[in-house]
């Protein structure tokens, strides 16, 4: 995988580079909050390793920054933060998994592991809830494997949600994203009433309304 480090002590940071290297994985490795937005700017990865507490710009606040641009990489937290606060705030922004220091090397690949072949498993299907599955690649909802007819416009919003599991997805993202095809703006009903239509159609109600905000699919567990 191509993994970006966030780690400010240079020790652990060297060893994690070393031991990742050693098994295969391509690592960048930084120290500051910084030039970790800056490299990310520019280039994508298959996973983020991120400490908290780092110089500059936090942790937590790069992921805030890197959701804001609907830029959605998975993320391993690793700190010694133990404020239920911090962490509960660290999966609220979509943190996939999150071990405390200090905390043995290979444990961090299994998590590493674990990650690599829930993305390879998601390739292709992504799995939306208990029956439900979506492929980006052809706009194809399938319940029980057996493909579902919609409108173009609920398969945009379906693919939407999808591509962003886990994040709650704005009235404004919907309408750059999803409306994009529209000379003027559509409004709020417009968006709303789509969405309700959709839900009405599906077996499984796996699109959350986050009153006066937005919707989102969860993640379902592995």
């Known amino acids: 995988m191509k993994i970006l480090l966030l780690e400010d002590d240079i020790l652990l940071n060297e060893s994690i580079t070393k031991y990742l290297t050693t098994i295969g994985h391509v690592i960048t490795s930084v120290r500051d909050g910084n030039i970790c937005l ?3 700017e520019n280039e994508k ?3 983020l390793v991120f400490d908290i507490n780092v110089p500059n710009v936090d942790g937590l606040t790069i992921l805030e920054t890197l ?9 391993i937290f690793i700190s010694t933060l133990i404020d239920i606060e911090d962490i509960s705030r660290a999966f609220e922004l979509g943190c996939y998994d999150y071990l405390k220091k200090p905390f043995h090397l290979k444990e961090l690949n299994l998590r590493i592991d674990r990650i690599s072949k829930t993305a390879k498993k998601d390739m292709h299907h992504k799995r939306l809830s208990a029956s439900y599955s979506f492929n980006c690649d052809t706009m194809t909802l399938y319940f029980h494997e ?3 007819v919609l409108s173009k416009r609920q398969l945009q919003i379906i693919e939407f ?3 962003n599991r886990g994040f709650v997805c704005g009235f404004d993202m919907f309408r750059e994203n999803v409306w ?3 000379d003027m703006d559509v409004d709020d009903a417009t968006i709303r009433t789509e969405i309700n239509r959709l839900k009405n159609n ?3 109600d796996f699109i959350i309304n986050i009153r ?7 993640v379902p567990p592995a």
């Open 180 to 182: 994009n095809d529209f």
């Open 146 to 148: 057996e493909p579902q």
């Open 38 to 40: 800056q490299i990310l």
């Open 212 to 218: 006066g905000i937005g919707y989102m699919i969860k």
């Open 202 to 204: 599906l077996k499984e």
């Open 67 to 75: 959701h804001a641009h609907k830029k959605i990489m998975p993320v």
């Open 161 to 163: 949600l999808t591509r």
């Open 45 to 47: 990865f298959d996973l």
